[in-house]
T-cell receptor, first 113, second 116 residues
Framework: AQSVAQPEDQVNVAEGNPLTVKCTYS??????LFWYVQYPNRGLQFLLK??????LVKGSYGFEAEFNKSQTSFHLKKPSALVSDSALYFC???????????FGSGTRLSIRP | GAVVSQHPSRVICKSGTSVKIECRSL??????MFWYRQFPKKSLMLMAT?????????EQGVEKDKFLINHASLTLSTLTVTSAHPEDSSFYIC????????????FGEGSWLTVV
């Protein structure tokens, strides 16, 4: 069975500092990994995905994520945080043959000015 | 990216009535659509997966007779909450994709349901 874990409920970062939101996954085969962001009272917006190839994936709004197969991790990163990055972030995994996508519990990112 | 439209964004209904939420893929054909429920400050709970033209597959614990899902075309899926109760009040989000595996899943903006 596939699963994904986000160990941090909340991450607090000062504006301008680098940020990391952690995600680890478990699938039986090769994973497809996704990051989504949710602003208050809104749906989810797609940020980036890892399918195959380069382990460093670049996405929207300056975010990137690094796929690490040995550590089964897909941490979300940004070199310099903005206050507007404050939101709820979800990591998700989809098995190569699966239809549905499984979400982590979410991490609330708070960027202070 | 692809656009998924969800309507209504907010709805209030009386206890015992039924309410329908629509999910449309505006610029792509969605072979598969998903319906989620999200409680305050919580993650998304997958309710059901629907493939165009076939019956929805419900997750364990989700009452299929209460949450009716129809996916009659490649661009439209509907969720009908029947005989709504106050505990059904929640944020419902739909999503859509063109296929399995590597295909990105795109989300609607969500619908707030309040049952009074």
């Amino acid at each position: 069975a596939q699963s994904v874990a986000q160990p941090e409920d909340q991450v607090n970062v000062a504006e301008g500092n680098p940020l990391t939101v952690k995600c680890t996954y478990s699938v039986s085969g090769n994973p497809y990994l996704f990051w989504y962001v949710q602003y208050p009272n809104r749906g989810l917006q797609f940020l980036l995905k890892y399918i195959t190839g380069d382990n460093l994936v670049k996405g929207s709004y300056g975010f990137e994520a690094e796929f690490n197969k040995s550590q089964t991790s897909f941490h979300l990163k940004k070199p310099s945080a903005l206050v507007s990055d404050s939101a709820l972030y979800f990591c998700a995994v989809r098995d190569i043959s699966a239809s549905k996508i499984i979400f982590g519990s979410g991490t609330r990112l708070s960027i202070r000015p | 990216g692809a656009v998924v439209s969800q309507h209504p964004s907010r709805v209030i209904c009386k206890s015992g009535t039924s309410v329908k939420i629509e999910c449309r893929s505006l610029d792509f054909q969605a072979t598969t659509m998903f319906w989620y429920r999200q409680f305050p400050k919580k993650s998304l709970m997958l309710m059901a997966t629907s493939n165009e033209g076939s019956k929805a597959t419900y997750e364990q614990g989700v009452e299929k007779d209460k949450f009716l899902i129809n996916h009659a075309s490649l661009t439209l899926s509907t969720l009908t909450v029947t005989s709504a109760h106050p505990e059904d009040s929640s944020f419902y989000i739909c999503s859509a994709t063109t296929g399995q595996g590597r295909n990105t899943i795109y989300f609607g903006e969500g619908s707030w349901l309040t049952v009074v």
